[in-house]
């Protein structure tokens, strides 16, 4: 009995930590992608040859600035809820309004 409670949570514990996973590996993949496209940069032209700081720099930025896109994103869409639920509301008042 004991066995089995620690098997299902081991089971739960490990679905939790492959859904962390998947998340990291996404971020993992974009930011191989930034940092090959920088590298890359140094077949073009030597002087765009960056050390692994100025990755770190440049990686550093794209993650302020997503994150600040994602409080802009969010609040859009609270708004667009907002403005939804207004008009539903609204549309409510004026079917009561139609039936009289």
Not at 37 to 50: F, G, N, V
Not at 53 to 62: E, L, V
Not at 65 to 94: D, M, P, S, Y
Request: charge should be negative; glycine fraction near 4%.
């Amino acid at each position: 009995e004991e066995i089995n409670k620690h098997m299902e949570e081991a089971t739960k514990t490990e679905a939790e930590l492959e859904s962390i996973r998947q998340q990291y590996q996404r971020v993992a993949k974009r930011a191989a992608l930034l940092y090959f496209c920088i590298s890359d940069l140094a077949t073009i032209q030597p002087l765009y040859a960056c050390s692994l700081s100025m990755y770190m720099h440049y990686f550093k930025g794209a993650i302020e600035n997503a994150q600040k896109e994602l409080v802009n994103i969010t609040k859009a869409h609270e708004r667009e809820e907002e403005r939804t639920l207004l008009e539903q509301a609204g549309e409510g008042e004026g079917a009561n309004l139609q039936a009289r």
